[in-house]
């Protein structure tokens, strides 16, 4: 029998934001429902309030026409919903194993009844669960160990290991290879078939339109329109999301870049990377291409001195550096726009103003004395309006800002502090397709001022749309060289996967 889910009239504010609007959402179980909005729409803040995330919204929820108060994460597990968020490392314990992190809940909801944990039980309920899923990981394994998809992989078994009738999949598929991803949409298949409903929120709409059958569109914290997929097109999606035409996203690459300024070569490293070489131009924008797991992450890391060089040197202006630490990057001129975000990229529990900054706290302190507020305050609202960063104030909280805009604030940072050369790791994650081309021309206007650009992505139509140049890697390795305005998508898959 099919379940209603019904979020009626739903408002939320934080200090200076209206997040929700008086929202409506409808689903039933046993489908797949996109949820989606371009960032800061309010689908992430709607779904944790349907989670138990927050508890200060007005509005009703009913399940089945029966209003349930849901005001904590409990409230929302005892009723059947759960969430998979987007950031996968706020919801594991790293220091715990798969399996323990597996039947957290059971586990937990247990632990008041004073009894001892089988633990030999506990890994082979959670091996089971693994198996029905497909996913070749040890119970054993500690989660600080796992790659980013393995991780996405374990949250979903956890929701398989209690009653779940709604999950909620929060940019399921943006850590995934493609084969991760055909293997997500295949569980997602078999959860539907058990009846459960599944809130899909992406911003890859070829996925939308292959796995749901309904979609609701938000803007602005409002309900723009919610229909059946079959009655509507990608364009039309798009024009719903942005509530004007979607403009030619890559901007005009330079075509005369100068001489080469950034050098690697001969690089490994202790786990990943094996004589990778390569260079980059002045104002020159070099991809890195490559499935999950081939070492774009590995890579950035070692470049920006956060993982050891083994071998190898790499050179800025024919000087080689040494990149012991990210200290050393930062003071040799490399920046590095990390892929983990939250984890790495920003302070989430500071202002906007402290994490633009924070990178260059020595251009607003004068000598013996204390940080000019005034001078940082200033800098930072001009860095707000040149990326049109949508937030309240310079001292708003970067937790409560949308992904798109928490991304524009861990690349304004190192405009502040104005490097030579600019790293980034897998920059559009997360990220819907109006705040993507505003990071495209914050890239390429970089790379117009001569800076040295590297971009890592396993989204080859990025690859092939914003760089000059591309290095594909498979398996640690730099296995092909490619003009990119004589490359195509498939090509860069052929060297992606293998071949030769």
């Given at each position: 029998m099919q379940s209603v889910l019904k979020m009626t009239n739903i408002s939320i504010e934080f200090p200076g934001v209206k997040a929700l609007d008086s929202v409506d959402f409808t689903m039933k179980s046993g489908?797949?429902?996109?949820?989606?909005?371009?960032?800061?729409?309010?689908?992430?803040t709607l779904m944790k309030v349907l989670s138990g995330a927050y508890d200060h919204y007005t509005g009703d929820i009913l399940l089945d026409s029966k209003k349930t108060s849901i005001r904590s994460p409990k409230d929302a597990l005892v009723n059947g919903i759960q969430i998979v968020h987007q950031e996968v490392d706020t919801a594991l314990i790293p220091y715990l194993t798969v399996g323990e992190n597996i039947m957290l809940s059971s586990t937990v909801n247990g632990m008041g009844k004073k009894q001892f944990i089988n633990w030999k039980v506990l890994h082979k309920q959670a091996t089971d669960i693994l198996k029905t899923l497909n996913i070749n990981v040890s119970s054993k394994k500690l989660v600080s160990e796992l790659t980013l998809a393995e991780k996405q992989m374990v949250l979903i078994a956890r929701t398989v290991s209690t009653d779940c009738k709604f999950l909620i999949l929060d940019e399921p598929t943006a850590p995934l290879s493609y084969s991760e991803t055909k293997e997500l949409f295949r569980i997602v298949k078999e959860l539907k078939d058990k009846n459960v409903g599944i809130v899909f929120i992406s911003h890859r709409l070829p996925e939308i339109f292959e796995v749901c059958e309904e979609i609701t569109i938000m803007r602005n914290g409002k309900l723009v329109t919610h229909e059946l997929i079959k009655h509507t097109t990608q364009n039309k999606v798009v024009e719903n999301m942005l509530g004007r035409e979607l403009e030619e996203q890559f901007p005009e690459k330079a075509s005369d870049c100068g001489e080469v300024i950034y050098e690697v070569s001969n690089l490994h490293d202790a786990d990943k990377l094996?004589?990778?070489?390569?260079?980059?131009?002045?104002?020159?924008?070099?991809?890195?291409?490559?499935?999950?797991?081939?070492?774009?992450?590995?890579?950035?890391?070692?470049?920006?001195?956060?993982?050891?060089?083994?071998s190898g040197e790499v050179k800025l202006h024919g000087k080689k550096l040494t990149l012991t630490s990210p200290y050393h990057a930062v003071k040799q001129g490399i920046a590095l726009v990390p892929e983990e975000r939250r984890k790495e990229g920003i302070l989430v529990h500071e202002s906007v103003v402290t994490n633009l900054t924070a990178a260059n706290l020595g251009a607003f302190t004068?000598?013996?004395?204390?940080?000019?507020?005034?001078?940082?305050?200033?800098?930072?609202?001009?860095?707000?309006?040149?990326?049109?960063?949508?937030?309240?104030?310079?001292?708003?909280?970067?937790?409560?800002?949308?992904?798109?805009?928490?991304?524009?604030?861990?690349?304004?940072?190192?405009?502040?502090?104005?490097?030579?050369?600019?790293?980034?790791?897998?920059?559009?994650?997360?990220?819907?397709?109006?705040?993507?081309?505003?990071?495209?021309?914050?890239?390429?206007?970089?790379?117009?001022?001569?800076?040295?650009?590297?971009?890592?992505?396993?989204?080859?139509?990025?690859?092939?749309?914003?760089?000059?140049?591309?290095?594909?890697?498979?398996?640690?390795?730099?296995?092909?060289?490619?003009d990119t305005s004589d490359t195509k998508e498939a090509d860069l898959l052929y060297y992606s996967t293998g071949g030769n």
């Amino acid at each position: 029998m099919q379940s209603v889910l019904k979020m009626t009239n739903i408002s939320i504010e934080f200090p200076g934001v209206k997040a929700l609007d008086s929202v409506d959402f409808t689903m039933k179980s046993g489908t797949t429902h996109a949820l989606i909005g371009a960032n800061g729409a309010g689908k992430s803040t709607l779904m944790k309030v349907l989670s138990g995330a927050y508890d200060h919204y007005t509005g009703d929820i009913l399940l089945d026409s029966k209003k349930t108060s849901i005001r904590s994460p409990k409230d929302a597990l005892v009723n059947g919903i759960q969430i998979v968020h987007q950031e996968v490392d706020t919801a594991l314990i790293p220091y715990l194993t798969v399996g323990e992190n597996i039947m957290l809940s059971s586990t937990v909801n247990g632990m008041g009844k004073k009894q001892f944990i089988n633990w030999k039980v506990l890994h082979k309920q959670a091996t089971d669960i693994l198996k029905t899923l497909n996913i070749n990981v040890s119970s054993k394994k500690l989660v600080s160990e796992l790659t980013l998809a393995e991780k996405q992989m374990v949250l979903i078994a956890r929701t398989v290991s209690t009653d779940c009738k709604f999950l909620i999949l929060d940019e399921p598929t943006a850590p995934l290879s493609y084969s991760e991803t055909k293997e997500l949409f295949r569980i997602v298949k078999e959860l539907k078939d058990k009846n459960v409903g599944i809130v899909f929120i992406s911003h890859r709409l070829p996925e939308i339109f292959e796995v749901c059958e309904e979609i609701t569109i938000m803007r602005n914290g409002k309900l723009v329109t919610h229909e059946l997929i079959k009655h509507t097109t990608q364009n039309k999606v798009v024009e719903n999301m942005l509530g004007r035409e979607l403009e030619e996203q890559f901007p005009e690459k330079a075509s005369d870049c100068g001489e080469v300024i950034y050098e690697v070569s001969n690089l490994h490293d202790a786990d990943k990377l094996s004589k990778v070489s390569m260079t980059v131009r002045k104002g020159e924008i070099v991809g890195i291409a490559g499935l999950v797991g081939a070492g774009k992450t590995e890579l950035c890391k070692a470049l920006f001195g956060e993982t050891k060089i083994t071998s190898g040197e790499v050179k800025l202006h024919g000087k080689k550096l040494t990149l012991t630490s990210p200290y050393h990057a930062v003071k040799q001129g490399i920046a590095l726009v990390p892929e983990e975000r939250r984890k790495e990229g920003i302070l989430v529990h500071e202002s906007v103003v402290t994490n633009l900054t924070a990178a260059n706290l020595g251009a607003f302190t004068r000598p013996f004395s204390f940080l000019n507020r005034k001078a940082e305050k200033q800098r930072a609202v001009q860095v707000i309006e040149s990326l049109g960063v949508k937030t309240p104030s310079e001292e708003a909280i970067v937790k409560n800002l949308s992904g798109g805009n928490q991304q524009k604030i861990a690349i304004g940072k190192w405009l502040i502090a104005d490097a030579e050369v600019y790293i980034f790791d897998e920059p559009t994650k997360g990220v819907d397709v109006g705040a993507k081309k505003d990071i495209f021309e914050l890239i390429c206007e970089l790379a117009s001022r001569g800076k040295a650009i590297i971009y890592a992505s396993s989204e080859l139509a990025e690859i092939i749309g914003i760089t000059n140049r591309v290095y594909v890697l498979y398996d640690g390795r730099a296995v092909k060289e490619l003009d990119t305005s004589d490359t195509k998508e498939a090509d860069l898959l052929y060297y992606s996967t293998g071949g030769n």
